[in-house]
């Protein structure tokens, strides 16, 4: 059984930034397939980033430029650096992993999921 454990979500201002992280154990972390998505309330949960075993990355329209995916794989840990936060980025941010491997925005290839982890950006 592979777990993920999100860290790091918290409470910000309008324009600040926030590092959460994405732990994961009980598998072959350096040739999955990481993904971030958020969930806002009232909302159906979206893709936000992906990054492939070979570090390709991909990002949603609404957060390229501002946040940035990007792994370790001696820590077993995915990150995203969140910069220029806004008010709309508030949510619960949540990470996956896909045994694949692949650079993916479809939550179907992601079969382990982690807990979430709370961003809220204040005005």
């Known amino acids: 059984q592979v777990h993920l454990v999100e860290s790091g979500g918290g409470l910000v201002q309008a324009g600040g930034s926030l590092r959460p992280s994405c732990a994961a154990s009980?598998?072959?972390?350096?040739?999955?397939?990481m993904g971030w998505f958020r969930q806002a309330p009232g909302k159906e949960r979206e893709f936000v980033a992906t990054?492939?075993?070979?570090?390709?990355?991909y990002y949603a329209d609404s957060v390229k430029g501002r946040f940035t995916i990007s792994r370790d794989n001696a820590k077993n840990t995915v990150y995203l650096q969140m910069n220029s936060l806004k008010p709309e980025d508030t949510a619960v941010y949540y990470c996956?992993?896909?045994?694949?491997?692949?650079?993916?925005?479809?939550?179907?290839?992601?079969?382990?999921w982690g807990q979430g982890t709370q961003v809220t950006v204040s005005s």
């Open positions: 996956a992993a896909s045994p694949q491997g692949t650079l993916t925005m479809s939550d179907a290839r992601y079969h382990y």
């Open positions: 009980g598998g072959t972390f350096s040739v999955y397939g």
């Open positions: 990054i492939s075993w070979s570090t390709m990355t």
